[in-house]
């Protein structure tokens, strides 16, 4: 069952209507589901933050969107595996592409303090479940397909909700 939104993004979801101009992304918790609202609707399914990394509810806006994006995590989180740990001690960040960068194709930064965003993910088997350390885990095809077909822009408000 759909959390009611309040403001336009519940009215939009709530009446069907589709909103003319700018997108608007709703972030079902615990659905774990985006739904993008506007010249069309579309439902995505998505993992989240797990025990301890929940993902934060509120309203937000896309600060920045990566294309192949480097991943520069700080190299004292518990969670990083010890590879990437020692990569990132020696190097700094890890490029696109190498297996230790969990961000795939694309990165859309949302919570720059904390360096939440929503990204591809390795292993869609985990979709639909909580297990990331607070970001927006996507299929690498439905975020290109935001991007590039649906062309979602910076500023871009995001309705994170249970």
């Not at 009446?15 to 609202?37: C, F, K, M, N």
């Not at 025990?51 to 806006?61: D, L, N, Q, R, V």
């Amino acid at each position: 069952m759909r959390t009611l939104l309040t403001g336009i993004a519940g009215i939009l979801l709530a009446t069907g209507v589709h909103a003319q101009g700018p997108a608007l992304l709703d972030i079902d918790l615990s659905e774990r589901t985006l739904t993008y609202v506007a010249d069309t609707t579309l439902t995505f399914p998505i993992a989240t933050g797990g025990k301890g990394y929940e993902t934060p509810t509120g309203e937000y806006a896309i600060k920045a969107i990566a294309r192949h994006p480097k991943w520069c995590p700080d190299p004292d989180k518990p969670w990083l595996t010890q590879a990437q740990r020692d990569y990132v001690t020696e190097n700094g960040c890890i490029p696109y592409g190498d297996k230790l960068n969990p961000l795939r194709e694309y990165f859309l930064l949302f919570d720059p303090i904390n360096g939440l965003g929503l990204h591809g993910s390795f292993n869609p088997y985990f979709l639909q479940r909580q297990g990331s350390h607070g970001c927006i885990r996507m299929n690498p095809e439905d975020i290109k397909e935001l991007v590039e077909k649906h062309h979602l822009k910076k500023g871009t408000i995001l309705v994170i909700h249970e």
